[in-house]
């Protein structure tokens, strides 16, 4: 007689005509489906879940050695023609009068400006400043630097919500001037902030914090933006549950449903038979 492999077999089967169906089996049959299908979906929800992690360390992110800037401010009392951006730094760039992806939209009747720039600037402490020195006519009156900030946002745009931080601060902050003539000053100092998603895709962004005065000197009013780097970045990963993590926790969730029912429905069974049994008399 040849070696039969079925020997090995751990799950007998029981003939079905050697197995009694029962009404209390058939509901703890259903209620263990329901539970297993709830408890999955749960599991499924928690696996597609993603949480966020936060470190702090010291780097300087990213190959490039400048930093894009975007800002968007609009100013109610200066027209177009006579605003310009100024940028400069420690590294002795000074440039007057950037031109290169500014967009300047009348309003107010033309009396205002909406200003939009695009630029880059170098990771060493500096400014950039709206002014009219590269106006190639000055106004006969000082300029009124009356302004509400829409936007000043360094670095790549994180659009997902989850991620905690100060990457525009500045938006909608608005100030008048008192006399008139003041300048208005707003310090900055910038985080390197770093968002990987959960699929390695890396996203360098910058938040900041700032201070504001304003201040009346001996020159022609501007809006300056200055700004000081932090030597710490932060950086935000995307964690989920391993996939492993998960087969194993619905095997455990499906096991553990269907050997616990086993149970209660053997004991109620039992139970059952149990109490038959006294009532014909037949319990010895």
């Known amino acids: 007689?040849?070696?039969?492999?079925?020997?090995?077999?751990?799950?007998?089967?029981?003939?079905?005509?050697?197995?009694?169906?029962?009404?209390?089996?058939?509901?703890i049959s259903v209620v263990c489906c329901l539970a297993i299908l709830v408890l999955?979906?749960?599991e499924f929800?928690?696996?597609?879940?993603?949480?966020?992690?936060s470190?702090?360390?010291?780097?300087?992110?990213?190959v490039e050695s400048r930093i894009p800037v975007m800002v968007t401010v609009e100013l109610p009392k200066l027209k177009c023609d006579y605003v310009g951006l100024d940028i400069q730094d420690d590294m002795g760039r000074h440039e007057v009068g950037f031109i290169d992806n500014t967009e300047k939209t009348p309003i107010e009747n033309g009396a205002g400006c909406l200003f939009h720039a695009s630029f880059q600037i170098n990771k060493v402490p500096g400014n950039f400043h709206i002014s009219t020195h590269s106006a190639k006519h000055q106004l006969d009156d000082v300029p009124d630097f009356a302004h509400r900030i829409i936007e000043v946002?360094?670095?790549?745009?994180?659009l997902t919500q989850?991620?905690?931080?100060?990457?525009?601060p500045l938006q909608n902050v608005q100030k008048s001037a008192e006399f008139g003539i003041e300048s208005h000053d707003y310090f900055m100092k910038i985080v390197p902030t770093v968002y990987e998603t959960r699929n390695g895709k890396s996203h360098i962004s910058y938040q900041y914090t700032y201070a504001y005065r304003s201040f009346v000197g001996r020159g022609t009013p501007a809006l300056w933006f200055r700004?000081?780097?932090?030597?710490?970045?932060v950086k935000y990963h995307e964690r989920g549950e391993p996939f492993?993590?998960?087969?194993?926790?619905i095997c455990a969730v499906v096991g553990g449903i269907f050997t616990v029912a086993g149970i209660i429905d053997g004991l109620v069974f039992s139970g059952q038979e149990i109490f038959k049994k006294l009532e014909i008399g037949k319990l010895s």
């Open 227 to 233: 700004y000081d780097l932090s030597p710490l970045t």
């Open 162 to 168: 989850n991620v905690p931080g100060s990457f525009n």
């Open 45 to 53: 929800s928690r696996y597609l879940a993603v949480d966020l992690v």
């Open 1 to 27: 007689m040849g070696f039969d492999v079925r020997r090995f077999d751990i799950y007998r089967k029981v003939p079905k005509d050697l197995t009694q169906p029962t009404l209390t089996g058939a509901l």
């Open 40 to 42: 999955i979906v749960s």
């Open 153 to 158: 946002r360094m670095g790549d745009n994180i």
């Open 55 to 62: 470190t702090v360390y010291v780097d300087n992110p990213g």
């Open 244 to 249: 492993l993590s998960f087969l194993t926790a």
